[in-house]
């Protein structure tokens, strides 16, 4: 379906979003960090307005060249590798913004560009996973010598190119049964290839050092009655969130995906023989009462997880309507289902997701981690047949159901789609690298000053 196919790409995208500026197939696509950045050293400004290259109608400019290099040593810095020598480095890089150039004349002649909304989000997913709110994205851009409009700007840049290789490349990229089933005979799973793991979610209630029997006991019973609010439908990361005194509260509980070996073992002990979905018994260390939540089980031959079937109404973003209006629409919209309304029957006349329109607005079974954050958030404290608050996402306003849960060995599964996503980016590479450089070829390209001159 288009509108999850957009959800996977979008999430795909931006959750490479860490300590790494610039990545894109072969080069590597923008996408944000937060790392240490050599600032540009101060130069004359005529020489920064100096064209250095003529690319067919593009001009690059000595400040452009330096933006790069700027860019490219704070990559290097943040993942802890060497500096070429800095002659190789500008070689490669004007070579670099050459076919930048290039791939955005293609892309303004296709219409291709990325929008504010699809900014704005990548700049919320960069903050996010780099544990700021936007405002600290912000300031940790400009404090290492990088001005917002610029890597704003950047930003743009790269994500353009990434839609422009999607339609142009990615989109004509095709992989066989056979292919993904040969990949998988010539890389056959050893015992030692994938580490247990385990996704789970933390519910804590603290002692103080001095704890009474008596406030041991009552923590206790205070915990075992959290524990049956959420057998009887309360979501584990809404009570996380309202009792919790571990530190992940604020997150839900959510502890990640850890290897038994990043797990203590008393954690292990609690969850030993306890499936996916379901709960620990409340248990007791030194510092207080717990309770766990087993989200996934993955092993060498199985990745266990609580799949959900979800279903919303999509009211798309509008350049016509102000987003005050679109959300007040669906606010009503919830206020009919709430009231009493079928939500399937609602969604077939008013999502504007054509693709789930006709099917009342299901989504199908959905395992962690296929839905953006935004989603994911919005569906994480609700209980099943519970209806959403209205949230956005980079394509518009939503609301959501889930309207059941299971468990769902997709080991197998995420093995055929691991294999073909790494054909697929092997294939993409290989037309990317053949299409630029036919593009490099018939370009015309004339230095007017060259480096170091």
């Avoid at 979003?17 to 937060?34: F, I, K, N, Q, W």
């Avoid at 919303?312 to 509008?318: A, E, G, P, Q, Y």
Wanted: net charge negative.
């Amino acid at each position: 379906m288009e509108l999850v196919s957009v959800f996977v790409g979008l999430t795909r995208v931006l959750r490479s979003c860490t300590a790494v500026l610039r990545r894109c197939l072969s080069r590597g696509l923008v996408v944000g960090a937060t790392a240490t950045v050599l600032s540009v050293g101060a130069l004359a400004e005529e020489s920064l307005n100096r064209v250095m290259v003529v690319v067919n109608d593009g001009v690059i400019s000595e400040a452009d060249l330096n933006r790069e290099v700027s860019l490219a040593e704070m990559e290097l810095r943040s993942a802890g590798q060497p500096l070429p020598p800095r002659d190789a480095l500008i070689s490669r890089l004007l070579e670099e913004l050459i076919v930048d150039t290039l791939l955005l004349s293609v892309a303004a002649r296709l219409s291709i560009s990325a929008n504010d909304r699809e900014v704005t989000y990548a700049l919320m997913t960069i903050a996010r996973q780099n544990g700021l709110t936007p405002a600290q994205l912000e300031t940790a851009i400009t404090g290492v010598g990088v001005t917002a409009e610029d890597y704003e700007a950047d930003l743009r840049k790269q994500l353009t190119i990434r839609k422009l290789i999607d339609r142009r490349i990615r989109r004509q990229v095709t992989v066989s049964e056979q292919e993904i089933d040969e990949y998988l005979r010539q890389n056959p799973i050893t015992e030692n290839a994938v580490v247990p793991e385990l996704a789970l979610a933390h519910l804590l209630l603290k002692l103080p050092s001095d704890a009474s029997e008596t406030e041991i006991a009552d923590t206790r019973r205070k915990l075992e009655a959290i524990r049956l609010e959420i057998v009887d439908g309360l979501a584990f990361a809404e009570a996380a969130r309202r009792y919790s005194d571990g530190n992940k509260a604020a997150e839900g509980g959510s502890l990640g995906i850890r290897t038994a070996d990043q797990l203590p073992k008393l954690f292990l002990d609690a969850v030993e023989g306890v499936s996916a979905g379901r709960l620990s018994a409340v248990f007791k260390s030194s510092n207080g009462w717990h309770l766990l939540k087993v989200l996934a089980r993955k092993s060498q031959h199985e990745a266990v997880v609580l799949q959900q079937e979800v279903r919303h109404i999509l009211v798309r973003t509008s350049a016509l309507l102000p987003d005050e209006q679109l959300r007040a629409r669906l606010e009503r919209i919830r206020d009919r289902i709430v009231a009493g309304e079928d939500f399937g029957a609602v969604a077939r006349l008013q999502s504007e997701d054509t693709n789930t329109r006709a099917l009342g607005g299901n989504l199908g079974w959905l395992s962690p981690g296929t839905l953006p954050g935004e989603f994911e958030q919005a569906l994480d404290p609700l209980s099943v047949n519970e209806v959403s608050p209205v949230f956005q996402t980079a394509v518009g306003w939503h609301i959501a159901q889930i309207t059941g849960e299971r468990e769902k060995d997709v080991g197998n599964t995420l093995r055929r789609q691991q294999a073909e996503q790494i054909i697929i980016a092997r294939k993409t590479e290989e037309a990317f690298e053949q299409w630029t450089q036919s593009l490099r070829e018939e370009a015309f390209v004339r230095y007017r000053v060259r480096p170091g001159e």
